[in-house]
């Protein structure tokens, strides 16, 4: 379960219990694949594994900790398929308490709701379809507070597929746990991640970085390997960011600067602010 430390509005500074692990959050989930079941997921900064246990259609067996199987049916799905998924997600968590889960539901916010009522003992909530949720601001805002208020304030909230660059602004609306999803298919396209976005390093005159991955090199020396390294560094630079504006009281600060660059991030922000303030207001320490 997670210990909340420190309150930057609905953002929290906190220690994530695992056993005898303790891992401090927000926090940034490394994903090796174990092909053919899916990932392995570990913490960066430590060496705890968290196992993805699959999809409903191919569960693997429940052993140590993990996420739960879902039925993943996608975002813009019908209703019906929505609902048979939150009702398969559910049924199969009945048989394992004290496990991670996900929160389904496809677009239709009251059975994203109903669903995270139902796991509000679950220590680590993970929230489906995060990447295309990204996609749109509306929704994007809606699912996260939604879930958030719903769930445990225990529970460690994991968005998956964010790009670091939003970061700050998912942690802004209770996010915990974000991963490295977008490091890896960003160097496959040969692309490295910035505060602003992506890059295309074809191209570039000079590398904008002097991390371990980029130190001395040349746009023309990165290849894959070096591209994913520069792509981690800059995911966990974003988290260990986000950590400090939480300790500090600055990540609003943060979140505005790092949504100027993207108009999506933007409207998401500005709908945060204009129709979610009782939900800001709720999560905001007296004092602070």
């Known amino acids: 379960m997670l210990e909340v430390l420190r309150h ?6 906190g220690i994530f219990h695992l056993g005898e692990r303790e891992i401090g959050t927000p926090a940034l989930i ?12 570990s913490i960066s900064d430590g ?8 999809s409903l259609l191919l569960p693997r067996e429940v052993r140590a900790f993990g996420i739960l199987p879902d039925l993943a049916v996608g975002l813009r799905v019908p209703r019906r398929l929505a609902e048979e998924a939150v009702e398969a997600t559910l049924a199969h968590a009945v048989n394992h308490p004290g496990q991670g889960a996900v929160v389904v539901g496809s677009r239709y916010l009251d059975l994203r709701l109903r669903c ?8 680590l909530l993970a929230i489906a379809d995060g990447s295309k949720l990204a996609e749109n601001p509306r929704l994007l805002v809606e699912v996260v507070t939604g879930v958030r208020e719903a769930a445990s304030p225990n529970a ?19 996010v915990d746990l974000f991963d490295t999803l977008q490091c890896l298919m960003e160097a496959a396209r040969s692309r490295l991640l910035t505060s602003q976005g992506s890059r295309q390093v074809q191209g570039m005159e000079e590398l904008p970085c002097q991390c371990a991955a980029c130190a001395g090199k040349a746009p023309g020396d990165m290849g894959y390997r070096e ?7 800059a995911a966990l630079r974003a988290v260990r960011e986000v950590r400090d504006g939480i300790r ?11 949504a100027s660059a993207s108009v999506g991030a933007m409207a998401a922000l500005r709908i945060l602010d204009r129709e979610k303030g009782p939900f800001l207001e709720r999560c905001t320490a007296v004092g602070t």
């Open 8 to 13: 930057h509005g609905p953002a929290r500074l």
């Open 30 to 41: 490394s994903l090796t694949v174990d092909q053919p079941f899916g990932p392995e997921l």
């Open 47 to 54: 060496s705890t594994d968290i196992t993805d246990l699959g």
């Open 116 to 123: 995270a009522r139902a796991l509000v003992d679950r220590p």
């Open 156 to 174: 460690a909230l994991y968005f998956p597929g964010a790009y670091p660059s939003l970061f700050p602004l998912l942690a802004y609306m209770g």
């Open 227 to 233: 591209i994913k390294d520069h792509n981690l560094y």
């Open 248 to 258: 500090h009281g600055t990540l609003r600060n943060l979140v505005e600067e790092r």
